[in-house]
């Protein structure tokens, strides 16, 4: 068995300090980009790679486009420090020459520790970097180096004869005291350290059917491949085989996880109902039109689930006022029918005096008891409304997450529908089944209006049913989109103004409360900045608002309602409106640094206009510069990675009001992880999956998982063991997670 530097017996869970040459300081900056074992280091994968294989001399670099990465063979010829006017720093160049006299110059902003040291005249070494011309001259800026100990015959050199140069070379995502150098001479250490310690996941008939490569080989061909990989690749069949069998992984494993785990939650038993219908024709006689199909198809799917002896777990997903909420209440009439009792739990109180308000009208001439209970009601009012839901009187209960709380008892709890997503954690799931009939779980159905792409919903939503609503009721008002450069903000106040004239009124969302919130943020726009600015300036005269997350919720609900009774013409805000009241007389939304948004959850914030009869607008601002001018460059520019320009990616809102293409493309240019505007708990994050990608590979990984789950349940024929052994390690884990969280 491998032993580490102090003797230690090395396994895959092996802290990465107690490998070679890295210890407690490097093995922290590792622990801050999350590579904490040695078997994270072989998951750590190259941002990029670059052709290393052909070594250049000085003399032709002046025929080659500037920009390219070049690798240099030359001999040092003389250094200097340049003091740099009105810093402390000095600027570091370095002369050097080929075989032939051509000199290229290489320079550095500032010299780093041992440099001149290490640098010396006389030295054969080699260089690699971006090609630049300074002057006319070939130049490199803050080149990759190494010395060598003589000038090799390059002759008869065997390649790869580095790590750096001569091959393939893997680029990584850089970090603070850890060079490209010492990634690569780390990974390189752990692959030979670790992977005769891998076991293959795959059972091997499975990798022989998708001509998939063994784990180690895969691992091994992604941190220093033997030819150049082609990543550009748009099809899953066009990447490289150790990429695609690594890709195969991720959706096997999570796939599987998802099977296992629904099989360790036996189905809750439930009380079935027989659909009768009778109060659901009430309800289709109190509104004014007839249901899409969409919602007709949605109604049928949650009916039959009501219908079965085990409990319903369903999710309802549909665009921004495609009338989720009436599939939900069409579904609560045949539970109430029924004699059983529905509640409806809304994410904040406003929301839940809205969807009261719209039970109550379309349940008036059902003889149905729909009652509101929130943490502001009084307490006669509340004592009264409990006593209401116990007796059983109160058949459809809308409010808060409240209501499965202990102090309310409920008579005979048969269905709860969450609006917006909401994952019941075991005490929540507890608290729900000591709330329904004994011996029985409530049917859940959860609506959401961020419409998740097919591939997504298989893993975000595994476990639950998925009904989809995908057409809009006819009559909804079409929302006018536009972007514009921050130097055009003038025309987005005089619009406010004039449909504050004409007693219309306005969003403004910004992303950040304050500009002290997050560090390096001092450019992006913020709502207390901006409240005082607007209010002494641009919209001086109007009567502004303004609401942010960092309020007590009452002073939230407070300002909300407010804006709802017409008291504000303006409303400045944080995303807190993402999910809220309808308010039929604003017109207009304005999102400050869209760019720094999802394009999901500008759709969302977008549909917070136009829910009355009146003409909207969607102004999303931007300084960041329009089609024809390069964009910016990323954080990670030094890397060679360039940002899909912003403006383009916003435009895409212009050009469409379907939700579901919109997810799609923010699927695309985002990733999983980030589909919903920030990291949340229980998204999957693959490391090298693109979902819009590889979609196709994701359903063939799913059916095996299926198959194999089908055949082997427990995992216990002999070529499921690692299989087995890595379940039963991913449940510890989380085991530890649960108990230290």
Same mark, same amino acid.
């Given at each position: 068995m491998p032993t580490s530097k102090g003797s230690r017996a090395l396994t895959l869970s092996t802290p990465l300090q107690y490998?070679?040459?890295?210890?407690?300081?490097?093995?922290?900056?590792?622990?801050?980009?999350?590579?904490?074992?040695?078997?994270?280091a072989l998951y750590y994968f190259p941002r990029r790679y670059e052709d290393r294989r052909r070594l250049c001399q000085p003399q032709d670099l002046a025929t080659l486009p500037e920009g390219i990465q070049v690798t240099v063979l030359a001999r040092i010829e003389r250094s200097r420090e340049i003091p740099l006017r009105g810093r402390k720093q000095s600027l570091f160049e370095l002369m050097v020459m080929g075989e032939k006299g051509d000199l290229l110059v290489c320079t550095w902003f500032h010299v780093f520790k041992g440099m001149k040291e290490k640098l010396v005249p006389g030295q054969w070494a080699i260089f690699q970097g971006a090609l630049k011309k300074y002057r006319g001259a070939p130049q490199i800026v803050h080149p990759d180096v190494e010395v060598l100990q003589a000038k090799p015959d390059t002759n008869t050199m065997t390649s790869p004869v580095s790590l750096h140069w001569g091959r393939v070379v893997p680029i990584y995502s850089r970090s603070e005291k850890l060079s490209q150098k010492f990634i690569r001479e780390t990974l390189f250490s752990c692959l030979e350290t670790g992977l005769p310690l891998l076991r293959d996941l795959l059972p091997a008939?499975?990798?022989? %059917?998708?001509?998939?490569?063994?784990?180690?080989?895969?691992?091994?061909?992604? #941190?220093?491949?033997?030819?150049?990989?082609?990543?550009?690749?748009?099809?899953?069949?066009?990447?490289?085989?150790?990429?695609?069998?690594?890709?195969?992984?991720?959706?096997?494993?999570?796939?599987? &996880?998802?099977?296992?785990?629904?099989?360790?939650?036996?189905?809750e038993p439930a009380l079935p109902l027989r659909i009768k219908g009778r109060v659901a024709q009430t309800l289709r006689s109190a509104i004014p039109y007839k249901l899409t199909q969409a919602q007709e198809r949605a109604i049928?799917?949650?009916?039959?689930?009501?219908?079965?002896?085990?409990?319903?777990?369903?999710?309802?997903?549909?665009?921004?006022?495609?009338?989720?909420?009436? &599939?939900?209440?069409?579904?609560?009439?045949?539970?109430?029918?029924?004699?059983?009792?529905?509640? /409806?739990?809304?994410?904040?109180?406003?929301?839940?005096?809205?969807?009261?308000?719209?039970?109550? %009208?379309?349940?008036?001439?059902?003889?149905? *008891?729909?009652a509101l209970l929130t943490g502001s009601l009084p307490k006669a009012k509340k004592e009264e409304m409990q006593a209401r839901i116990a007796s059983g009187k109160a058949a459809l209960v809308i409010g808060t997450h409240a209501l499965i709380q202990e102090a309310v008892n409920w008579h005979k709890l048969s269905l709860v529908i969450v609006d917006e997503q909401h994952r019941f954690g075991v005490r929540q799931r507890v608290a729900l089944k000591e709330k329904a009939v004994p011996g029985t779980f409530p049917h859940i159905l959860t609506m959401t209006a961020t419409p998740i792409p097919r591939s997504l919903a298989l893993t975000v939503f595994g476990e639950l049913d998925?009904?989809?609503?995908?057409?809009?009721?006819?009559?909804?008002? *079409?929302?006018?989109?536009?972007?514009? $450069?921050?130097?055009?903000? #003038?025309?987005? +106040?005089?619009?406010?103004?004039?449909?504050?004239?004409?007693?219309?009124?306005?969003?403004? @969302? +910004?992303?950040? @409360?304050?500009?002290?919130? %997050?560090?390096?943020?001092?450019?992006?726009?913020?709502?207390?900045?901006?409240?005082?600015? /607007?209010?002494?300036?641009?919209?001086?005269?109007?009567?502004?608002?303004?609401?942010?997350?960092?309020?007590?919720?009452?002073?939230?609900? $407070?300002?909300?309602?407010?804006?709802?009774? #017409?008291? +504000? *013409?303006?409303?400045?805000?944080?995303?807190?409106?993402? @999910?809220?009241? *309808?308010?039929?007389?604003?017109?207009?939304?304005? &999102?400050?640094?869209?760019?720094?948004?999802?394009?999901?959850?500008?759709?969302?914030?977008?549909? $917070?206009?136009?829910?009355?009869? #009146?003409?909207? +607008?969607?102004?999303?601002?931007?300084?960041?510069?329009?089609?024809?001018?390069?964009?910016?460059?990323?954080?990670?520019a030094e890397e060679?990675?360039?940002?899909?320009s912003p403006w383009v990616r916003l435009m895409v809102l212009e050009k469409t009001r379907s939700g579901f293409e919109i997810a799609e493309h923010d699927l695309k240019i985002r990733g999983p992880g980030d589909f919903f505007g920030t990291k949340q708990s229980g998204s999957p994050s693959f490391q090298l999956a693109d979902l819009s990608r590889d979609a196709q590979l994701l359903e063939v990984a799913r059916q095996e998982a299926q198959e194999i789950f089908r055949r082997d349940p427990k995992l216990e024929l002999p070529e499921h063991q690692e299989l087995r052994k890595w379940f039963d390690l991913t449940l510890d884990e989380a085991a530890v997670t649960l108990k230290s969280g």
């Amino acid at each position: 068995m491998p032993t580490s530097k102090g003797s230690r017996a090395l396994t895959l869970s092996t802290p990465l300090q107690y490998t070679k040459g890295v210890g407690p300081a490097r093995a922290g900056a590792f622990a801050r980009k999350g590579i904490v074992t040695l078997q994270d280091a072989l998951y750590y994968f190259p941002r990029r790679y670059e052709d290393r294989r052909r070594l250049c001399q000085p003399q032709d670099l002046a025929t080659l486009p500037e920009g390219i990465q070049v690798t240099v063979l030359a001999r040092i010829e003389r250094s200097r420090e340049i003091p740099l006017r009105g810093r402390k720093q000095s600027l570091f160049e370095l002369m050097v020459m080929g075989e032939k006299g051509d000199l290229l110059v290489c320079t550095w902003f500032h010299v780093f520790k041992g440099m001149k040291e290490k640098l010396v005249p006389g030295q054969w070494a080699i260089f690699q970097g971006a090609l630049k011309k300074y002057r006319g001259a070939p130049q490199i800026v803050h080149p990759d180096v190494e010395v060598l100990q003589a000038k090799p015959d390059t002759n008869t050199m065997t390649s790869p004869v580095s790590l750096h140069w001569g091959r393939v070379v893997p680029i990584y995502s850089r970090s603070e005291k850890l060079s490209q150098k010492f990634i690569r001479e780390t990974l390189f250490s752990c692959l030979e350290t670790g992977l005769p310690l891998l076991r293959d996941l795959l059972p091997a008939p499975l990798r022989e %059917k998708y001509s998939l490569p063994g784990l180690a080989e895969s691992l091994r061909e992604m #941190h220093f491949p033997q030819e150049m990989p082609r990543l550009e690749a748009t099809t899953t069949d066009t990447l490289p085989p150790p990429v695609r069998r690594l890709i195969f992984e991720e959706f096997f494993k999570f796939q599987l &996880v998802l099977l296992m785990d629904r099989a360790g939650i036996q189905p809750e038993p439930a009380l079935p109902l027989r659909i009768k219908g009778r109060v659901a024709q009430t309800l289709r006689s109190a509104i004014p039109y007839k249901l899409t199909q969409a919602q007709e198809r949605a109604i049928a799917e949650i009916l039959g689930d009501l219908q079965k002896p085990e409990a319903m777990n369903r999710i309802v997903q549909g665009d921004v006022g495609s009338g989720k909420t009436l &599939v939900a209440l069409f579904t609560a009439a045949e539970v109430v029918e029924n004699g059983f009792q529905v509640a /409806l739990m809304a994410p904040t109180e406003i929301l839940a005096e809205q969807h009261f308000l719209t039970a109550q %009208k379309i349940f008036a001439e059902s003889g149905v *008891d729909v009652a509101l209970l929130t943490g502001s009601l009084p307490k006669a009012k509340k004592e009264e409304m409990q006593a209401r839901i116990a007796s059983g009187k109160a058949a459809l209960v809308i409010g808060t997450h409240a209501l499965i709380q202990e102090a309310v008892n409920w008579h005979k709890l048969s269905l709860v529908i969450v609006d917006e997503q909401h994952r019941f954690g075991v005490r929540q799931r507890v608290a729900l089944k000591e709330k329904a009939v004994p011996g029985t779980f409530p049917h859940i159905l959860t609506m959401t209006a961020t419409p998740i792409p097919r591939s997504l919903a298989l893993t975000v939503f595994g476990e639950l049913d998925v009904s989809t609503i995908d057409e809009l009721p006819p009559g909804r008002q *079409d929302i006018a989109t536009k972007v514009i $450069r921050g130097g055009d903000r #003038h025309k987005l +106040y005089n619009l406010i103004r004039k449909e504050a004239a004409d007693k219309k009124q306005s969003y403004i @969302v +910004y992303p950040l @409360v304050s500009n002290s919130d %997050k560090e390096g943020m001092e450019k992006i726009r913020s709502v207390e900045m901006e409240f005082e600015r /607007l209010q002494a300036e641009a919209l001086a005269g109007l009567r502004l608002g303004m609401v942010h997350g960092q309020m007590p919720a009452e002073e939230r609900t $407070r300002i909300m309602r407010a804006f709802k009774d #017409h008291e +504000y *013409d303006v409303l400045i805000s944080t995303t807190v409106i993402e @999910v809220g009241v *309808d308010v039929p007389n604003a017109t207009v939304i304005a &999102v400050e640094n869209a760019e720094r948004f999802g394009l999901s959850q500008l759709h969302q914030l977008r549909g $917070r206009v136009g829910r009355g009869a #009146h003409k909207s +607008y969607c102004v999303l601002v931007t300084d960041t510069p329009p089609p024809g001018v390069l964009p910016a460059q990323s954080e990670n520019a030094e890397e060679g990675v360039l940002d899909e320009s912003p403006w383009v990616r916003l435009m895409v809102l212009e050009k469409t009001r379907s939700g579901f293409e919109i997810a799609e493309h923010d699927l695309k240019i985002r990733g999983p992880g980030d589909f919903f505007g920030t990291k949340q708990s229980g998204s999957p994050s693959f490391q090298l999956a693109d979902l819009s990608r590889d979609a196709q590979l994701l359903e063939v990984a799913r059916q095996e998982a299926q198959e194999i789950f089908r055949r082997d349940p427990k995992l216990e024929l002999p070529e499921h063991q690692e299989l087995r052994k890595w379940f039963d390690l991913t449940l510890d884990e989380a085991a530890v997670t649960l108990k230290s969280g």
